[in-house]
């Protein structure tokens, strides 16, 4: 029976958790580092969901470890529009998630390590984190030159930024999650990280660009691996406790029940983008037909990733205006999404009258208006 | 002091005992100026201003990001607020009383500050108010993560997860009979005891991890000594139903099957079906699938049944055209653009290979190959999903034998594949062997096709694909 399965694997992890220190039972901090064993960035942030859920640390913390396969990561509050180039991050096969920290975005690859660190809300202590991080790296090189600024980023050679930061609170519990940079790729990030759309008006959370610098680049002898186990050490020797990383499979429902539906959550388009908060978007661009330049001006205003209004200003019967007034109302109500749009789209063209010129026409003004998406 | 309340429950909720020890000053207070609100109240809620509570590290501004209920939402205590961001740090404001929320002080990204009113709610006079601090029960419990704790010197073994749901039901654990092993308390006991209590089935909780109490005939048979210990099990409960219709508007990828078979709908249909033996094909394709797979290319039967239907369009034109508006001129299309319909993850979409007719079968394994890759990514264009002049459905791949497809305007005719089954047939000598069968099922515009021009075509199609040598003859 799943629950009794559950419940024994809930009691696993307490025994793991339950390790005491040789005859002396601490009923202060009996901290527990766990790390994941999935690149998923959408696995790996239910199970920080999930420990944030379901896990009582008011006498206990707990530091999480992980990596991510490439993704972009947005804050909570942000607009992905806004923060980095979806046509390429779509061309890239690289995820897009939202997490539920605010903050702004990142870039994670392998090359990149994500540290979690869990308490009650009542110890909630950001910069106390950063030191210790900083505290590990100086003990792994002494020679760094890593400082924590008061952004709670980390600077190395005061300069470039190696780890930003980002938090959730909830009623109970808290968690504080940063970056740490050992090898990304720098290229890939950047040219993910620039958004290419124009004429977004938005209250969401802006990101604040910095320039970056991988650990790797300053001291080559430095790997993911290294900079793992030094904070672990350091984390461990803090909270007076073992330095035993627990190895944890976000996918496995028997220890972390109800993980496999976060998980899900997290990738739904009403997550990713459906989240967004309200914006608009006022641009024009020019399409090259034939032997004329065409200047289109298009006005939108997108609500939970929708469509509330739309209007589409071109050149007077370039198209017949009943169509084009067609597609508005047809795109009005859907997703800001190329997919959707291009759906529509052609199946507009389906119902009306069948002329090769016309139907050139539109896919050029579809193809246009799915650039803004 | 400690002070015992019963609240009365409306609808589905449940009757629920509530400890509260107040050990502060402040609080003791705080409950005599209840005992005054109580006195002056009327028969109306009062009004309790919820303030933003200290987020900490000395912040004293937030900005308001988001808001989960609106004035007039009921809410209960532990519910989400609102969302508030600080400076990185994004926090869920959660109630800290039952009631109706009577005004929301703040709107979207104004900035909120701690220790001023963040929303009005409105308590039920009866209820009263709780006071500032947590509740705390006695004993305190202990949050350790031990799998036993000692109340009056009795151990109870629970797991935190247990733990936790007895904590925020407010229930002493030393109360509930665990039916574990070594009389462990299980969720389930939490959920009976409670259920004990209220004689009704729980709602489910929105938490992933709160189970439903199983209903007692489901419950798999646990050890002698379990079943001899007798859960009382309310005799005749009212079997409360949750479950709410739900209206959401048509958008998207719905909005566009609606439109288009709106359309479809004008055009009269008829149907005509066969079974094609594809036997030698079956085999056929095997011999060329790791040719193509060294080439970079996986090969299906669509390729195949692609290219027949072209080679058949080429004696049967009018297949392969349109009719207007108006119904008074038909245009044959030159070109043979065959449209494969595709189940994606948001619906059904129809990519189309073009110029079929100087494809070779190759060529055509190779674009469909990129239409499918582009179409699970998303990323189809206007150009790959408009022009179709014929479709094909292969609804086989997921089941069915025959079907009745649907045209897609401004087409005149389409074919529905059926999955391809193993059957016994008789062969020129009577004997019976082995055949891989497959079903198609054409639909095609009754206006301007004619049943002996359908059944024609199908035939030509047919004997392509049960002798695919023919088809050397006729490919351009």
Request: aromatic share 6%; glycine share 6%.
């Amino acid at each position: 029976m799943v629950l009794q399965a559950s419940l024994k694997n809930c009691l696993q992890l307490s025994c793991i958790l339950r390790t005491p220190k040789a005859g002396f039972r601490s009923t202060t901090s009996r901290s527990l580092i766990i790390q994941s064993t999935s690149n998923d960035v959408y696995q790996n942030l239910a199970v920080e969901d999930w420990i944030h859920d379901h896990m009582n640390l008011e006498n206990q913390q707990v530091l999480f470890l992980w990596r991510n396969s490439p993704a972009v990561v947005i804050g909570r509050h942000q607009n992905p529009w806004q923060e980095c180039n979806l046509r390429l991050l779509r061309q890239k096969n690289i995820k897009l998630a939202r997490r539920r920290s605010g903050g702004g975005t990142v870039y994670h690859d392998l090359g990149n390590i994500n540290l979690t660190f869990f308490t009650s809300r009542k110890k909630y202590e950001r910069m106390e984190n950063l030191k210790l991080v900083v505290k590990a790296l100086k003990a792994l090189r002494p020679q760094l030159d890593v400082h924590v600024t008061d952004r709670y980023d980390i600077l190395l050679d005061r300069h470039y930024k190696i780890s930003g930061t980002a938090a959730k609170l909830g009623r109970t519990t808290a968690y504080h999650h940063c970056t740490l940079l050992c090898n990304a790729d720098k290229f890939v990030l950047s040219s993910v990280l620039k958004s290419p759309y124009k004429g977004i008006k938005s209250n969401a959370t802006p990101s604040v660009p910095a320039s970056v610098k991988n650990l790797f680049e300053e001291d080559p002898s430095l790997t993911c691996e290294l900079l793992l186990d030094a904070i672990a050490e350091e984390y461990a020797a803090q909270h007076q406790t073992d330095h035993h990383v627990t190895i944890i499979n976000p996918a496995d429902e028997t220890v972390l029940p109800g993980i496999n539906n976060k998980t899900k959550e997290l990738q739904t388009w009403e997550w990713v983008y459906g989240k967004t908060p309200k914006f608009s978007i006022s641009t024009c661009f020019n399409m090259v037909y034939k032997d004329s330049v065409l200047d289109v001006k298009v006005d939108m205003d997108v609500k939970h990733g929708r469509i509330e209004v739309c209007n589409i200003d071109l050149p007077e019967q370039w198209l017949p205006p009943a169509l084009c007034s067609e597609l508005v109302k047809s795109i009005t109500g859907s997703k800001f999404c190329p997919t959707e749009t291009t759906t529509l789209a052609a199946t507009l063209l389906r119902v009306c009258p069948q002329d090769g010129e016309l139907q050139s026409r539109w896919n050029l003004l579809c193809e246009n208006m799915i650039t803004l998406m | 002091v400690c002070i015992h309340r019963v609240r009365s429950c409306s609808g589905i909720r449940f009757i629920k005992s509530k400890y509260v020890c107040v050990f502060d000053k402040s609080a003791l207070k705080f409950s005599h100026q209840q005992r005054l609100f109580r006195t002056s109240a009327v028969s109306r809620g009062q009004i309790v201003q919820f303030k933003l509570s200290d987020i900490g590290e000395g912040i004293t501004e937030v900005t308001v990001k988001e808001w989960y209920i609106k004035e007039g939402d009921s809410v209960s205590q532990f519910d989400s607020i609102c969302e508030v961001q600080s400076d990185k740090a994004s926090v869920t404001i959660t109630s800290r009383y039952d009631g109706i929320i009577r005004k929301l002080h703040y709107n979207l990204d104004e900035i909120a500050f701690v220790g001023k009113p963040l929303v009005d709610i409105e308590i039920d006079a009866s209820k009263g108010v709780a006071p500032e601090e947590d509740v705390v029960e006695t004993p305190p419990m202990s949050h350790e993560e031990h799998t036993h704790q000692e109340i009056k010197g009795h151990k109870t073994l629970a797991t935190p997860a247990v733990r936790r749901l007895a904590m925020e039901n407010n229930i002493k654990l030393s109360e509930v009979i665990g039916t574990g092993k070594d009389n462990r308390i299980l969720k389930e006991d939490i959920l009976n005891y409670l259920a004990k209590q209220t004689g009704a089935i729980l709602p489910p909780s929105p938490k992933a991890e709160i189970v439903p109490p199983l209903p007692k005939s489901e419950t798999v048979p646990a050890a002698p000594k379990d079943r001899a210990r007798k859960i009382p099990v309310p005799v005749s409960r009212p079997i409360v139903f949750s479950g709410k219709d739900k209206t959401e508007p048509i958008t998207g990828f719905h909005k566009a099957m609606v439109k288009t078979m709106s359309a479809a709908l004008k055009i009269p249909h008829f149907g005509y079906c066969d079974e094609i033996d594809l036997t030698q094909l079956v085999q056929l394709r095997e011999e060329l699938k790791p040719i193509a797979q060294i080439r970079g290319v996986k090969l299906s039967f669509m390729p195949f049944f692609i290219k027949a239907a072209s080679l058949g369009l080429l004696q049967y034109p009018i297949l392969n055209a349109s009719l207007d508006e108006s119904c008074q001129n038909v245009t044959y299309k030159a070109s043979h653009n065959i449209g494969v319909a595709m189940d994606t993850e948001q619906g059904l979409i129809v990519p189309n290979v073009k110029n079929v007719q100087v494809c070779s079968v190759f060529e055509i394994a190779s674009e469909l190959n990129r239409l499918q890759s582009l179409g699970s990514a998303g990323q189809l264009g206007t150009n790959d999903l408009s022009g179709g002049t014929f479709t094909l459905s292969n609804i086989g791949t997921i089941g069915g034998t025959y079907a009745k497809p649907v045209i897609l305007p401004p087409e005149v005719a389409i074919g529905a594949l059926g999955k391809i089954q193993v059957l016994p047939r008789f062969n020129g000598k009577g004997e019976v062997f082995k055949a891989q069968i497959m079903n198609v099922s054409w639909s095609a515009d009754h206006r301007i096709i004619d049943g002996a021009t359908m059944a024609r075509f199908s035939n030509l199609w047919k004997s392509y694909l049960e002798n695919p040598a023919s088809m050397l003859l006729d490919l351009k």
